[in-house]
């Protein structure tokens, strides 16, 4: 049973440019949450997909979108990237049947650095 | 922003004492969950309690809850230096989000 995966695994920019993470659900998941890891800070939520539409948006600006499948993977798009994006973008997956705040998946992560 | 606030925020003891971390938050929640990440790396599920639960054990790990302070406790027994990792605590704040703490780097000593 493979759990989640993201990728790739480390990935640099510089700024301005814009980037995707990729991120497939732990199987039989339907909704993917993103979380921004800033370094020795605890994670911050960014959105929540299920039936590929955006349910949840934490405190992030528009330039950070992102998108679900039919198949429930999911992307994380930023656009005209800033040094302070420099962060692990941490993909978790769930099952809506059990409330979208219990027990989530974690994906190992991308870790993005912005030059 | 920051639901919760862990603490202490590093600790550093020897294998097989005990260990302690708090986390005080500041609204009303339904649940508690506890992860632990080792290394930067992904988070790794816990425990998690309900909001009318006042403690739960899942093999050397105890949760306590207060929801009249605001306050959890993880108690981590007889540690082992595979616990070195850091530790966070996780609420809902009655939203469908899950707001993390700051966290809590544990460090066991052989």
């Known amino acids: 049973d493979a759990g989640v995966t993201q990728s790739p695994t480390h990935l640099i920019k510089t700024r301005g440019q814009q980037v995707t993470l990729r991120c497939s659900p732990k199987?039989?998941?339907?909704?993917v949450s993103w979380y921004q890891q800033a370094l020795g800070q605890g994670p911050q939520f960014i959105f929540q997909y299920y039936e590929e539409e955006e349910r949840q948006r934490g405190n992030f600006p528009d330039r950070f979108s992102g998108h679900q499948f039919p198949n429930y993977s999911s992307e994380l798009n930023v656009n005209a990237l800033l040094l302070g994006d420099s962060a692990l973008y941490l993909c978790?997956?769930?099952?809506?049947?059990?409330?979208?705040?219990?027990?989530?998946?974690f994906g190992p992560g991308t870790r993005l650095t912005v030059l | 922003s920051q639901q919760g606030e862990e603490d202490p925020q590093a600790l550093s003891i020897q294998e097989g004492e005990n260990a302690t971390m708090n986390c005080s938050y500041k609204t009303s929640i339904n649940n508690l969950q506890w992860y632990r990440q080792n290394s930067g790396r992904g988070l790794v599920h816990l425990i998690l309690?309900?909001?009318?639960?006042r403690e739960k054990h899942s093999g050397r790990l105890r949760v306590t809850l207060d929801t009249s302070k605001k306050s959890s406790s993880l108690l981590i027994t007889a540690s082992r230096a595979a616990d070195t990792a850091s530790y966070f605590c996780?609420?809902?704040?009655?939203?469908?989000?899950?707001?993390f703490g700051t966290g809590t780097r544990l460090q066991v000593f052989p």
């Open positions: 996780a609420t809902d704040a009655n939203t469908d989000k899950l707001i």
């Open positions: 978790a997956s769930s099952l809506s049947a059990s409330g979208s705040t219990d027990t989530q998946y």
């Open positions: 199987s039989g998941h339907d909704t």
């Open positions: 309690i309900r909001s009318n639960e």
